[in-house]
């Protein structure tokens, strides 16, 4: 059997972790898919940083859920099996998928890269972080630095002086190191692209799974379509409607964590 799986956010909401466009997803005020960009870093490096020292902790103390062990159940029962996550915790990992059954193509969490060289690091649970930032909240719930400040227009401000001198620097270059993802606007990883393209070039799927995701990326419907070209199921695993709704032969609106383990005994069963 041949199964491609995508996942997004909402795999991951079941173990504790907001999903970036939910009602959870906000921090301090501030919009996710605002913070995830290199416009955010540019402008508050420290604001950022805050934001991913606060997911890195979050997701270590996070276990994976019914969702991540199903998935894992199926790439060990499939003979050729690709996971495809945007997501950048280390959940799909810590329920047993080998790496080399899957491709992360938003990135690790738990990288630290240089944002001007190629000088990358990954520690074990975690590489070089700042100190935490020295900004308050206030009682708006906004941002506020020591001398008071509050922060405007949804992004930060406040640390305009002394603002980057605790941030972690890159050892060769002394740029400013950043987490290691994908943001909002950038390139995807070409080798993370190249084994998705091998993937589907390899033959046509008997199953695709999309679960957990909003779909919002052109790239995640376009390698859905693709993989169940010859006529495979597209199940799609979703309490909400997204884009991909309209082509999935098969609809489950439910949590993927309660969805998920059902799904994958009737493919194992039908090996
Ligand atoms: P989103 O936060 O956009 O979407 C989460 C999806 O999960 C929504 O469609 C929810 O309906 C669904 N969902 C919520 N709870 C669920 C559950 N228990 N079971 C199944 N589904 C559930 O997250 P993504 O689609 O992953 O990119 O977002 C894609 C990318 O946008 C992220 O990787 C990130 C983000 O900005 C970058 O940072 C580049």
């Not at 994976?64 to 099996?81: D, K, V, W």
């Not at 909240?137 to 400040?149: P, Q």
């Amino acid at each position: 059997m041949r199964v491609l799986v995508l996942t997004g956010a909402g795999v991951s909401a079941e173990s504790g972790i907001p999903t970036f466009r939910g009602k959870d997803g906000y921090w301090k005020n501030l919009d996710p898919t605002k913070l995830a960009t290199p416009e955010a870093f540019a402008r508050d490096p420290q604001l950022v940083w805050d934001w991913y020292r606060e997911r890195r902790q979050r997701i270590r103390n996070a276990r994976p859920n019914a969702a991540h062990e199903a998935i894992a159940r199926l790439a060990h029962h499939t003979e050729e099996f690709l996971l495809v996550t945007q997501n950048v915790d280390d959940l799909h990992a810590r329920a047993g998928i080998p790496a080399q059954r899957m491709v992360r193509i938003h990135g690790d969490i738990f990288v630290t890269r240089c944002s001007r060289c190629d000088f990358t690091e990954k520690g074990s649970g975690g590489s070089p972080e700042p100190p935490e930032s020295w900004a308050t909240k206030s009682k708006s719930g906004r941002l506020r630095s020591r001398n008071g400040c509050e922060a405007t227009a949804g992004l930060s401000i406040a640390a305009t002086f002394e603002k980057d001198a605790d941030l972690p620097r890159c050892p060769e270059c002394h740029a400013l190191l950043r987490p290691g993802v994908v943001w909002f606007g950038e390139q995807l990883s070409r080798n993370e692209l190249e084994r998705v393209e091998d993937f589907l070039d390899g033959g046509a799927c008997d199953a695709v799974i999309v679960a957990g995701t909003t779909a919002t990326f052109g790239y995640i419907i376009d390698w859905a379509l693709r993989a169940s070209r010859d006529g495979a199921e597209l199940i799609e695993v979703n309490p909400e409607e997204t884009p991909l709704s309209r082509f999935a032969t098969r609809l489950v609106r439910e949590p993927a964590a309660i969805a998920l383990p059902r799904i994958v005994d009737e493919l194992i069963a039908l090996g």
